[in-house]
């Protein structure tokens, strides 16, 4: 090539992956939200939805509604896309402007089997538009003992969140798993569909769900936790207990008082 000749102008990978981040999100807090920016950016997701389940098949059932839930990740992402993640019909969302609600397993009865949800999603979007289920190393770590896990890879790649104290890997069939699906390119997952499984550092916030109702049990401020927002609709609800420092009614920390 000449120095007179225009350099050719590369066209941006297309974006293609969406992110499902599945979870209680009983309530959502920092550690989810930071995780799932960590995510968008560090994958280049076109999308990432956050699914909150309705019945746990896994684990405990969540204290706060689904009604609840749902409002308080919605408070979550306007408090981020306050001036700094929202749309604002740009073409392309900033990456905190990527994280969106998907309430579809409160709309379904029963147990909210990953499979299943993923199966509804495929009957929807194709089998073409790659998915990457994001999931936290401790909940990785019983995958195999989730319903259909094979299918689930067959349907989805798997993002592996690094998550703070998780043990490593025990279960010689999912050992044996990774060896064979792990990839450490993030851009094959924009390419196929899924059958992949990936492993993405995430900010190391030592932040849990359950730590968080502890200490609105026993009295304690929760602030600086998880978002202000979602404080003032904790402390409207009462579900984990009284929540001190902000009077039940108050619209502390709401992103748009009005
Ligand atoms: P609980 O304490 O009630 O079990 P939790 O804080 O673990 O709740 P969930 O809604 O159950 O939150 O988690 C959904 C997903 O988010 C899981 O895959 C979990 O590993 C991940 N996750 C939760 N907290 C963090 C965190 N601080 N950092 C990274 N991933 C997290």
């Known amino acids: 090539m000449s120095a007179s000749e225009p350099l050719a102008v590369r066209p941006a990978p297309a974006r293609r992956l969406i992110g499902l981040f599945g979870g209680t999100f009983?309530?959502?807090?920092?550690?989810?939200?930071?995780?799932?920016?960590?995510?968008?950016?560090?994958?280049?997701?076109?999308?990432?939805r956050l699914l909150p389940l309705h019945i746990a098949p896994h684990r405990a059932q969540p204290i706060a509604s689904g009604a609840l839930r749902v409002a308080m990740i919605e408070a979550a992402l306007n408090g981020v896309g306050s001036g700094l993640g929202s749309c604002d019909g740009a073409e392309s969302p900033p990456p905190a402007g990527r994280i969106v609600i998907d309430p579809r397993e409160l709309n379904r009865a029963g147990p909210s089997y990953t499979v299943e949800t993923?199966?509804?999603?495929?009957?929807?979007?194709?089998?073409?538009?790659?998915?990457?289920l994001l999931i936290g190393t401790d909940t990785f770590n019983g995958f195999m003992d989730w319903r259909r896990p094979r299918d689930i890879l067959d349907l989805a790649h798997l993002v592996v969140m690094q998550r703070p104290g998780a043990p490593t890997v025990r279960d010689a069939v999912l050992r044996q798993e990774i060896?064979?699906?792990?990839?450490?390119?993030p851009a094959v997952l924009?390419?196929?569909a899924g059958g992949h499984i990936c492993f993405q550092t995430v900010t190391q916030l030592d932040i849990s769900a359950t730590g968080i109702r502890?200490?609105?049990?026993?009295?304690q401020s929760p602030r600086y936790l998880l978002p202000d927002p979602?404080?003032?609709?904790?402390?409207?609800?009462?579900?984990?207990?009284?929540?001190?420092g902000v009077t039940p009614g108050a619209r502390v920390g709401l992103p748009h008082p009005t």
């Open 230 to 244: 979602v404080i003032t609709l904790l402390a409207r609800d009462g579900c984990y207990g009284r929540v001190i």
């Open 214 to 219: 502890r200490i609105i049990a026993i009295g």
């Open 118 to 132: 993923l199966e509804e999603l495929r009957r929807e979007i194709g089998t073409e538009t790659p998915l990457g």
């Open 190 to 192: 924009h390419r196929v």
């Open 26 to 48: 009983d309530p959502i807090h920092f550690g989810h939200l930071r995780a799932a920016l960590d995510c968008v950016q560090g994958l280049d997701l076109a999308e990432l």
């Open 179 to 185: 060896q064979h699906r792990r990839i450490d390119d």
